[in-house]
C-alpha cells in the first residue's frame, strides 16, 4: 500500500502508478477539486465517466461545515461523497492563510474566523492531522504555512521553519493516530463516537516543501524533509500563489534534480493546461486545481486551442461540438449554439457540461503526456511543442 | 403515427400507448418541463435514466431566448436539446397570460412584452402555430386565451369562445404548413433558412379545452373543440390557475363521461402527486408541471410520506436514502445527511440529485398507477387510498 513506480521517463518527465487502500491512479493525474465534499456540478459517475481516478477535498472546508465529525458519521469522506476511488484532502493550511478571515499564527498553530459563522477556530499541526484522519482520505497532507508568492528571503525562510517544525508535530500525531494508540483528539475529549462497524482507516501522511522562489530555501528544506523520515510522497507547495510562471517553472526545473526518484511528486493548486504540461515536462506527477469548474461554470472552456468563451455570439448558430477533440459526454451530445443558450439563459446544465468537458480535458492532457512518455525517444518534447504551438493560436478554436 | 390505443381501464382511469414520430409514451404518463429547452439541473440522460419518454417545452421561452431560428438553424427542438424521444411545445398562451408583461389582447393575438429584453412582440395562432412547427415537437398545442382560476361567467366565456375561434385558425395554418402549401411566417418575410437536410417535419396539433369552473361551459366548449375536426389528442387548460383542488377535480370528473375515449387527455401544468392521483382517477392520460423540479431545487423531496425539506437539521447525521422506496441514482447512492449538507453548503450537485429524484417520483407514481389500472377489478381505487393514507401522513418521512 501507497506505493509509488516508476515506469517510464523522458528527460524529467516520468509515468507512474501510485497504489493506494481504495484504488491506483496513473501518473502524470489530475485531481479535480471537491472543495466541499463535492466536485462542483459534477457527479461521482461524471466524474468516473471523464476518467478521474483521484479527487482532492478541501479539510477547512468539511471543518467548518458540515464538521469531520458529521462525514464520520456519516460513513467517512468516501461514502459521505459517494467516491470509491482514492482521495486525498490538504490539510486547510492554504485555506487558513488565504480563505478565511485570517486572526493569529504563531508556532502552536493558527487561529482564524471561520467564512462560514464567523466563529472563532484554531487549527494546530495535530489538530489538522486528526480531522484529516477523521476524514478519512487515502493520503492526508502535513499543516503548512503559506507564504505569499512575492514574499522576501526572511519571510519565506520563516514559513518554511514553521512548516518543517509543523511538519514534525503532524508525523508524529500521524503515526499516533495510525498505530491506534488514540482515537481522537488531543485538545478535547477523546472521540468515542466512531462508529465500529467501520473497516481500520488507512492512510499516508505527506509532506509539503514550501521556501517560496528562493532557490536555497527549496533545497535546503527539501533535504530537512527527506532527514526527518520516510515518505510516501512529496508535495511542493507556496507556488502558483501569485508569483510570474516563468518563476514557477525555475523552481521546479532546478529542484527536479535533487527529487529522490521513487517518491510521486504534487504539484499543489496547479492548473491551468500550460502549467501541468510544463510540470511535467520538470517531473511532477500529480496536480490540483480548481480552474476547470471554476473557469466551466464561468462558461470558458479548454479546447486544443487555447480557451474560448461559450457566451461568445459567435457561437450562437454553431452546430459544432464544443471541442471537435473531445470525447465527453458535453462534446459528443451538445452543439456549441446550444451550450452557448444554456449560459445566455442562465440554465442549470450548462455550469455542468463545461465543467465536464474542462476535467475531461485535463485528464485526457494528462493521458496524453502518459502516452508520449511511454513512446520515449523524445516524443514528449515534440508532442509538447506541438501542443504548445496549437494552444497559442489566437481565436475562438 | 399519433395514435392512441386505450389497453386497460378501471372505472374512469385507464392505460394505453400513445404513438408518435419520435418513440411511444406508456400512459399515464408525466412529462418533466424543458422550459428553455433543458430541463433545469438535468441532462437528457438524467431524464431517461429516470424513465422519463416525453418532455414538455416552452414555446414562449424558446421564442423570445434564443428564438425558433437558431433552433431551427440547430436541427430543431430535438437535435438542439439532445432529447430524442417524444415532444410536446405549449402554445405560449399561458406564459403570455401570465409570465410576460401582458400589454393587449384583441381577437388577432396578444401583444405582450419580452420577460428576457422587455421587447413588445406579438403572438398570434397563426404565429404560434408557425414558432411550434418550426421548433418541430412532436405535438404542437393550439394558442389558447387563459383565465385566472376564479374568473366568472362572462370572463370565462369570453376565454372560451377567443380560445375556439383562434383553434380554427392554428388548425388551418398547422394543415397548411403540414401540407407544405407555405414554408414559413405569414407575417413576415417568407422563411427559406430552413435548412434542406432536415428530414420532413411530422406534428400534430392539440386542442386546449377552457371554460374555467364553470360546468356549462366547459361541455359547450368540448362539443364545439369535437365537431371542429378529428383530432388526436385533447388538453384540458385552465386548471390548477388558483382554484381550489377540489374544484379542479369535479371539473374533471363531470367532464370525463362526456370525453371521447379513443383521444389521450392532457391537464396542463398539473401536478403535484396528489394532483397526478386524483387525476388519473378521473380518467386523465398526459401530464405535465414544473413542481418536481421546483421543489427539488427548494431541497423539498416527494416521498411515499409526503414531501420533506432536506434543509431540515433532522437530516445533518441521517444516514438513510432520501426515499427509501426509491430507485433513483439519488436515493440509491447517497445519504440524507450528505444532501443536506450539499443544499447547506449552497452546491449544485444537491438541486439536481433533488430534481432527479422527484421526476423519478412522478414517473414511478404514474407506472404504480398504471400496474394497478391493468390489474383491474378495484386495484387502483385500493391502491389509490393506500398511497393517500400514507402520503398525508404527518412527519418527516
Given at each position: 500500500m501507497f506505493e509509488f513506480q516508476v515506469e517510464a521517463a523522458s528527460g524529467a518527465a516520468r509515468?507512474?502508478?501510485?497504489?493506494?487502500?481504495?484504488?491506483?491512479?496513473?501518473?502524470?493525474?489530475?485531481?479535480?477539486?471537491?472543495?466541499?465534499?463535492?466536485?462542483?456540478?459534477?457527479s461521482p459517475a461524471d466524474l468516473k465517466a471523464v476518467g478521474a481516478t483521484m479527487v482532492l477535498a478541501n479539510t477547512y472546508h468539511l471543518h467548518v461545515r458540515p464538521g469531520e465529525d458529521v462525514v464520520a458519521r456519516l460513513g467517512g469522506l468516501h461514502r459521505f461523497m459517494a467516491w470509491d476511488r482514492p482521495l486525498l484532502t490538504d490539510s486547510g493550511g492554504f485555506q487558513v492563510f488565504s480563505l478565511a478571515g485570517f486572526r493569529r499564527v504563531d508556532d502552536d498553530g493558527v487561529e482564524f474566523q471561520s467564512h462560514v459563522d464567523g466563529g472563532r477556530r484554531t487549527l494546530t499541526p495535530e489538530r489538522a492531522t486528526e480531522i484529516q484522519w477523521t476524514l478519512g482520505a487515502d493520503i492526508a497532507m502535513a499543516f503548512d504555512h503559506v507564504a505569499p508568492g512575492a514574499a522576501d528571503l526572511a519571510t519565506s525562510r520563516d514559513a518554511l521553519e514553521r512548516t518543517l517544525r509543523w511538519l514534525e508535530r503532524c508525523a508524529r500525531r500521524h503515526q499516533a493516530l495510525s498505530d491506534g494508540r488514540t482515537g481522537g483528539r488531543t485538545d478535547g475529549p477523546a472521540s468515542t463516537d466512531r462508529p465500529?462497524?467501520?473497516?481500520?482507516?488507512?492512510?499516508?501522511l505527506w509532506p509539503i516543501l514550501q521556501g517560496g522562489t528562493h532557490r536555497a530555501l527549496r533545497e535546503e528544506g527539501l533535504q530537512r524533509i527527506l532527514e526527518m523520515g520516510s515518505w510516501t510522497g512529496l508535495a511542493v507547495g507556496g507556488l502558483s500563489v501569485g508569483e510570474p510562471k516563468a518563476k514557477m517553472y525555475e523552481v521546479l526545473e532546478r529542484l527536479e534534480p535533487r527529487l529522490p526518484g521513487p517518491l510521486p511528486r504534487y504539484l499543489m493548486g496547479v492548473g491551468f493546461p500550460e502549467?501541468?504540461?510544463?510540470?511535467?515536462?520538470?517531473?511532477?506527477?500529480?496536480?490540483?486545481?480548481?480552474?476547470?469548474?471554476?473557469?466551466?461554470?464561468?462558461?470558458?472552456?479548454?479546447?486544443?486551442?487555447?480557451?474560448?468563451?461559450?457566451r461568445n455570439a459567435a457561437f450562437r448558430t454553431d452546430e459544432g461540438p464544443l471541442d471537435p477533440a473531445c470525447d465527453c459526454e458535453t462534446c459528443t451530445t451538445y452543439s456549441r449554439g446550444y451550450l452557448r443558450h444554456l449560459f445566455v439563459a442562465d440554465e442549470l446544465l450548462g455550469l455542468r457540461l463545461l465543467s465536464l468537458h474542462n476535467v475531461r480535458y485535463l485528464i485526457r492532457l494528462a493521458e496524453q503526456m502518459r502516452a508520449a512518455?511511454?513512446?520515449g525517444d523524445g516524443a514528449l518534447p515534440a508532442w509538447a511543442d506541438d501542443w504548445r504551438r496549437r494552444y497559442s493560436q489566437p481565436g475562438i478554436a
Open positions: 509515468t507512474g502508478t501510485l497504489t493506494l487502500p481504495h484504488g491506483t491512479v496513473e501518473t502524470p493525474a489530475f485531481m479535480p477539486v471537491g472543495t466541499q465534499g463535492t466536485v462542483r456540478a459534477l465500529s462497524a467501520l473497516p481500520p482507516i488507512r492512510q499516508t502549467d501541468l504540461v510544463a510540470a511535467v515536462e520538470r517531473g511532477v506527477d500529480l496536480f490540483d486545481c480548481v480552474a476547470p469548474t471554476r473557469n466551466g461554470r464561468n462558461g470558458s472552456a479548454f479546447t486544443p486551442q487555447g480557451q474560448l468563451n461559450i512518455i511511454r513512446k
